[in-house]
């Protein structure tokens, strides 16, 4: 089979040797003689596995004692309304950087006030606003720190006044993080530390049983800490095959691309190496404010007289081997994904795509002429 390249949004891209390592774990998990898909989240072997992954996430984001992680069902979209339940007594503060933000704002009016500080929607959130202020008078200030339909990315901690809430989603784990500017970090796996279907959370248990509200079981964080640390996050039969694929690719994260900070290197030359090319052909234009530009996503559209062109590169890319690229289907043009997991040869690969689709137009051009 010839080579492919994969750019999907989420799921995406995994680690070659976290799929292999899960394959491996299908069939005999731990040396049981189990697979991992029928083993009990209650032996030995899956408890340490629960406890290795929480403390890879501790030494990657250097997380202080004083935070919980916990990893649980239902995607990110289910903690839209869980921060709301568990933080939001009487008001909240949002800024809406993209579709995701604004889902998060629904959920959240429905336990009580929110006030949109900033938003980009005025340019199909293809900036991230700046100059706004941050009340002080509310309970917490969310903020979604990587678009991906739109390509923008917030690539700082800023300090923050009230408790910060960050949808992490797109972008954890692609670069340090300081850990103590957040009260609680919250996102689905399927882009940088593992398949669909888990959802971490990192909070500051100070944070945590100062709402007025009665909390249902499930949604109190509390819950899923539990009393005992054997317990943390198995409340509920965790999602087993997922949490042990985040293992296996925070291990690769750790052990073979150097942690964060090796991490981060890799993936702003392969954002540099596509948005250069970007900047350079002819035929493409970011959508992006360069400022703004998220390392993780990368949108583009053909530029202006070359819109009859976009279906011919898509085509033109499918056949040499480029996966996921085409645009979310709001926006349009196209969206390379470049998350952790994403070799700088495939970026290499869809970069001479580009160059060969450039030069085959202006030839046909010439032609013409």
Not at 197 to 212: M, N, P, Q, S, Y
Request: glycine share 8%; aromatic share 10%.
């Amino acid at each position: 089979m010839a080579q492919v390249h994969n750019f999907n949004a989420g799921p995406c891209v995994l680690p070659r040797k976290a799929v292999e390592s899960a394959i491996e774990a299908i069939r005999n998990f731990d040396n049981t003689g189990v697979g991992i898909l029928e083993i009990s989240h209650r032996t030995p072997g899956w408890e340490r596995i629960m406890a290795e992954t929480e403390q890879l996430w501790r030494d990657l984001l250097n997380i202080p004692d004083n935070y919980e992680v916990l990893f649980l069902g239902g995607g990110a979209s289910t903690q839209f309304f869980h921060v709301a339940a568990n933080l939001l007594n009487k008001k909240a503060a949002y800024l809406q950087t993209g579709v995701w933000a604004k889902k998060a704002i629904k959920e959240a009016k429905f336990y009580g006030e929110v006030e949109v500080v900033a938003s980009s929607e005025d340019k199909t959130y293809s900036y991230i606003p700046k100059g706004y202020t941050i009340p002080t008078d509310v309970d917490y200030f969310h903020i979604t720190t990587n678009n991906t339909i739109y390509g923008t990315e917030i690539k700082y901690d800023m300090d923050c006044p009230v408790p910060l809430v960050a949808d992490m989603s797109s972008d954890i784990m692609s670069r340090p993080v300081d850990v103590t500017k957040y009260a609680l970090i919250y996102g689905g796996a399927q882009k940088n530390v593992g398949p669909a279907g888990v959802t971490f959370v990192i909070v500051r248990k100070d944070i945590l049983g100062k709402v007025e509200r009665k909390l249902q079981t499930m949604v109190d964080y509390r819950t899923h800490i539990g009393e005992e640390k054997k317990n943390k996050s198995m409340f509920n039969t965790p999602p087993v095959f997922p949490i042990f694929v985040m293992h296996e690719t925070l291990k690769w994260v750790k052990e073979e691309m150097g942690g964060l900070e090796g991490m981060h290197k890799v993936n702003l030359e392969k954002a540099e190496l596509l948005y250069n090319e970007i900047d350079r052909n002819k035929m493409f234009v970011g959508t992006a404010a360069k400022e703004d530009r998220s390392i993780m996503n990368v949108c583009f559209v053909m530029a202006p007289g070359y819109e009859d062109k976009q279906d011919a590169f898509m085509a033109f890319a499918k056949e040499r081997g480029m996966v996921g690229i085409k645009g979310h289907r709001s926006v349009g043009g196209f969206r390379a994904s470049i998350y952790n997991a994403c070799p700088v040869e495939s970026v290499k690969a869809l970069v001479a795509c580009m160059q060969e689709f450039e030069k085959l137009n202006a030839e046909s051009k010439k032609i013409k002429q």
